[in-house]
């Protein structure tokens, strides 16, 4: 008899969260199709996941770019490759005043961030609900409940996909597919590295910073669970409902004095 083949695509699955996420699927039987910019960071990572024994499919796109995004879908098509779980981990956010932020820079980010995330839960929702299975994770971020000066487009583009999972989420009850928003906080991974902040001295030491495996657990067992969200760590979920409390304006200006005082020591 032969074994049904269960298939996990997730994006930005070559470091951080990502990766770890990829090595939970693989432990637990998911054959992978993994994306990213780099190839060689694909055929690097593939090596390690492919000790679990599962196929690892590769393919390098670059989501900032949206014919890429659809050019994955079709790829996948092609392939024969049914999505039993969709994992939107791919992001990046710049750190800065607005004013002095590159533009090109920030809509990159928007592509990213959001229209990948849209694109590819658009199209591959539709075969999950004609199947009646499916689970999507979208990597959102405590960042999203308040505005973020410094991080303003970052923030935003959170802020999205947290309104963008629940929406859907509701819209699919009963279809047998799940949405799940993953929320970590300050994580260890290459994210500080590629916004501009590694020199910036409101950084946490990383001692203070989530471990990447202990987050992505934190995302397959809610998603596993079928839950709406989860917010990676204790001490985060304290601080987000704490913040929630607070009137935007207040929060935000506090962040921005905060940040000026930083910046002019």
């Not at 994955?72 to 779980?85: A, M, N, W």
């Amino acid at each position: 008899m032969e074994t049904y083949q269960k298939y996990a695509l997730i994006t930005g699955a070559t470091s951080g969260i990502g990766f770890e996420l990829a090595k939970l699927f693989a432990h637990h039987n998911y054959n992978l199709v993994i994306v990213a910019r780099s190839q060689e960071e694909l055929d690097m990572t593939a090596i390690k996941l492919e000790l679990f024994g599962m196929d690892v499919i590769k393919i390098a796109k670059d989501l900032f770019k949206r014919d890429e995004v659809f050019s994955l879908c079709d790829e996948i098509k092609k392939e024969g490759i049914e999505i039993d779980v969709l994992v939107n981990d791919a992001g990046q956010g710049v750190c800065g005043e607005f004013k002095d932020t590159d533009i090109e820079r920030e809509l990159n980010i928007v592509n990213l961030n959001i229209c990948a995330t849209v694109i590819l839960t658009k199209y591959f929702v539709k075969d999950m609900i004609s199947r009646g299975r499916g689970r999507i994770l979208n990597l959102g971020s405590v960042a999203d409940k308040i505005p973020g000066p410094w991080q303003s487009v970052y923030h935003a583009t959170k802020a999205f996909v947290q309104s963008f999972t629940t929406a859907i989420r509701e819209e699919l009850k009963g279809t047998g597919v799940t949405l799940t928003s993953l929320m970590p906080a300050v994580t260890d991974t290459d994210f500080f590295n590629k916004a501009g902040m590694n020199e910036s001295t409101t950084m946490p030491d990383k001692e203070a910073m989530a471990k990447p495996a202990d987050v992505a657990m934190d995302g397959f067992n809610a998603l596993m669970a079928g839950e709406d969200r989860v917010i990676s760590g204790l001490k985060n979920k304290t601080q987000v409902n704490m913040s929630s409390a607070i009137p935007n304006g207040v929060a935000a200006h506090k962040v921005h004095k905060q940040q000026k005082q930083v910046e002019n020591h």
